[in-house]
């Protein structure tokens, strides 16, 4: 198929294939000419036509499947966490915190009386900043830190990027990553820079070549990373620390989402001397994730930057939903039962955890909501063998920046709220799902 496809620059060679996209000649899976020979037909430099196809990719219409070429992305939805629709299936792929111990806000309603707030008037509910601080004060860099309030985790990171960021700036992730990162990197424009994780959170010569690259953010999840729980160790953080002490005007952002809850112990990657960083916090794992703030914490240029990137939009968090949160968080009753929730994860995927062991498919509990299981084989027939039995898992595929055209091994189960007979259950399927899969690709 000959194509209809002019420009010198990789702005206008992009505009010219993303009409063709729009106008029907290329469809869905067709595949796109090799950068060579475009670059020797449109008589540019090879570069050029690179950046023009990463510029259509980041905007999610083209895939790059390595020696497999260049092809017009599929218009599927893009992977979301929370449950599947439609799905009579039970799902286990939901990263979900429990219901049942989400506390009750109705009971802080009566202390959030207050005067309403105007326009004008300082954005953050003083009480609650009085909070954040010192809940924010465990961060490296807290002498100089300041604190800033936004509509969640995903919010705070999109902001905080778009802000230091310009188009195809490149943003080292955590390989597998978190769904909302991908997304937010991807639709910002910026390029993703896959850093691998181990038990221990980012590797050290991960972040290394990501520096290397000209990387210019770093968002990294100290403890409970999702999808893998992995949590920072005290060494692996100041392994990390020590390299970025040469880049300090990288900006680093930690989405220590799981805070609270969490049974690790919160090593930062920031060090104290660091310019430009921010430590994220939100509630929305202990508090629920309808309760939308996050506290962002972090050095003044930073978040005076961050206010501005607010100013045209929402401006401020509702005030209302600043006390209820600072209603509910200084309240002991709820501590306890923030404290026990996390207790109560823990020990779910610990002993699901054994279960799976014991069936065959060893298996280690991280830190947060999730477990992250290897399978001897590809994960998606291990899936899809599931969903015969009545399963509905999330495999790790969604989840991988630099998948190299390999299928992940990975299962990610959301399993904290089955009983044991559920669980128990589960665990004899996937052993059995795993085994039939694995009869199935072997020679």
């Not at 037909?41 to 980041?58: C, D, F, I, M, S």
């Not at 939901?94 to 009566?110: E, F, K, Q, S, V």
């Not at 807290?142 to 230091?164: F, K, N, P, W």
Request: aromatic share 4%.
């Amino acid at each position: 198929m000959t194509l209809d496809i002019d420009g010198s620059s990789a702005s206008e060679i992009a505009l010219s294939l993303r009409g063709l996209i729009e106008r029907g000649s290329l469809r869905a899976g067709d595949p796109l000419p090799p950068v060579r020979s475009l670059a020797e037909q449109l008589g540019v430099n090879r570069n050029t036509v690179v950046a023009a196809y990463r510029q259509l990719a980041q905007g999610g219409l083209l895939v790059t499947r390595g020696r497999g070429g260049t092809h017009v992305a599929e218009r599927s939805p893009v992977p979301q966490e929370g449950f599947a629709p439609d799905s009579v299936l039970r799902d286990v792929g939901t990263g979900n915190p429990d219901p049942d111990l989400i506390p009750d806000p109705t009971r802080a309603l009566a202390r959030m009386a207050g005067r309403p707030v105007l326009y004008g008037e300082p954005v953050i509910d003083p009480d609650l900043e009085s909070w954040a601080r010192e809940w924010m004060g465990d961060v490296p860099a807290a002498d100089s830190m300041r604190i800033t309030i936004t509509s969640g985790a995903a919010d705070a990171v999109e902001r905080l990027l778009a802000q230091a960021l310009t188009r195809d700036d490149g943003v080292a992730l955590e390989d597998p990553c978190f769904l909302a990162s991908i997304h937010t990197v991807r639709l910002g424009g910026y390029r993703p820079v896959p850093v691998p994780v181990d038990d221990e959170g980012m590797t050290v010569d991960g972040l290394r070549a990501a520096l290397a690259e000209g990387v210019r953010a770093v968002v990294c999840t100290p403890r409970a990373q999702n999808p893998t729980g992995a949590s920072l160790s005290a060494r692996r953080a100041a392994e990390l620390r020590g390299l970025l002490a040469e880049h300090p005007y990288v900006l680093v952002i930690e989405d220590d989402h799981f805070s609270m809850l969490s049974q690790r112990p919160y090593h930062s990657l920031i060090g104290p001397e660091h310019r430009r960083w921010a430590l994220i916090r939100s509630v929305s794992k202990f508090l629920g994730p309808d309760m939308c703030l996050a506290v962002t914490a972090s050095d003044p240029h930073t978040a005076d930057r961050l206010a501005m990137r607010l100013t045209p939009g929402t401006t401020w968090v509702s005030h209302l939903l600043q006390r209820l949160v600072h209603a509910l968080v200084t309240d002991a009753d709820v501590i306890e039962e923030i404290e026990r929730a996390g207790r109560h994860y823990a020990r779910r995927n610990a002993a699901f955890a054994e279960r799976l062991t014991a069936h065959g498919v060893p298996a280690a509990p991280g830190d947060g909501l999730n477990l992250w299981v290897r399978v001897p084989v590809p994960a998606r027939p291990v899936a899809e063998q599931l969903m015969r039995r009545g399963w509905l898992a999330r495999i790790g595929d969604d989840f991988v920046l630099d998948a190299d055209g390999e299928p992940s091994m990975r299962l990610r189960l959301t399993v904290h709220d089955l009983d044991d007979a559920d669980a128990e259950q589960l665990a004899a399927d996937v052993a059995a799902a795993v085994r039939v899969a694995a009869e199935r690709v072997s020679p």
